[in-house]
């Protein structure tokens, strides 16, 4: 069964702080997709990066990073130096064989001025 | 702008009526989802269509009906609602011969069933 796990219900920072998201998944595929997506006040799902499951190099964009981890089933992602504009409910999801994404419960990050 | 529009972006509806939520992709892609976020629970999936075929349907109640007339819209009916199905619907698309199923979403509509 395929499963997504994001621990961390709410987390607080203050501006310029570095925050790390968790993200834990379980799939019995060897080929699966991973996904960040940002949900603002707005409401509509921002995409922030794929990965697919035989590509383990960390990505950096900007004050964004993403840390793959096979061996712990982990996708990680963190935001370096954050602002006020990072506050928003993040999640993580997977995806195999072009299945429906299934979504982990999210992560509601509040970055204070 | 991502391409996945919705209509409308509010709505309030008393249990006895019947309303329609609208969703159009405008990124060529052959398979679009609706979703519902509640408060408090992850994002569940409630409908998928491929190619304008209904191919999931997660348990969800047939007070929800959706239509996907071509690849591009994709409708859900709403009848006689309950005030635990108020939620954010959100309505996403895809392009399925990718492998990976990108799904881009679209704004969401938040209704409130009084």
């Known amino acids: 069964a395929q499963k997504v796990t994001q621990a961390q219900t709410e987390i607080s920072v203050v501006e310029k702080e570095d925050v790390t998201l968790d993200c834990v998944y379980e799939?019995?595929?060897?080929?699966?997709?991973l996904f960040w997506y940002k949900q603002p006040p707005s409401g509509e799902l921002v995409f922030l990066i794929r990965?697919?499951?035989?590509?383990?190099q960390n990505e950096i964009s900007g004050r964004y990073s993403w840390n793959f981890q096979k061996s712990t089933s982990s996708f990680n992602f963190t935001i370096t130096a954050s602002q006020v504009v990072d506050s928003a409910v993040y999640f993580c999801?997977?995806?195999?064989?072009?299945?429906?994404?299934?979504f982990g419960k999210g992560t509601t990050l509040s970055v204070s001025s | 702008e991502t391409g996945v529009t919705q209509t409308p972006r509010h709505l309030v509806m008393g249990m006895t009526n019947k309303k329609s939520l609208k969703c159009e992709q405008h990124?060529?892609?052959?398979?679009m989802y609706w979703y519902k976020q509640s408060a408090k629970k992850p994002l569940e999936l409630m409908f998928v269509?491929?190619?304008?075929?209904?191919?999931e349907n997660n348990s969800v109640p047939s007070r929800f009906s959706p239509e996907c007339p071509n690849s591009s819209h994709l409708f859900l009916h709403l009848h006689t609602l309950q005030p635990e199905d108020s939620a954010l619907y959100l309505c996403?698309?895809?392009?399925?011969?990718?492998?990976?199923?990108?799904?881009?979403f679209g704004p969401g509509t938040r209704l409130t069933v009084l």
């Open positions: 269509y491929s190619l304008e075929e209904r191919v």
């Open positions: 799939t019995r595929d060897t080929t699966y997709y």
């Open positions: 999801a997977l995806t195999q064989a072009g299945t429906a994404l299934i």
């Open positions: 990965r697919n499951s035989f590509d383990e």
């Open positions: 996403a698309s895809s392009q399925e011969n990718t492998g990976h199923n990108e799904q881009f």
């Open positions: 990124l060529g892609h052959n398979a």
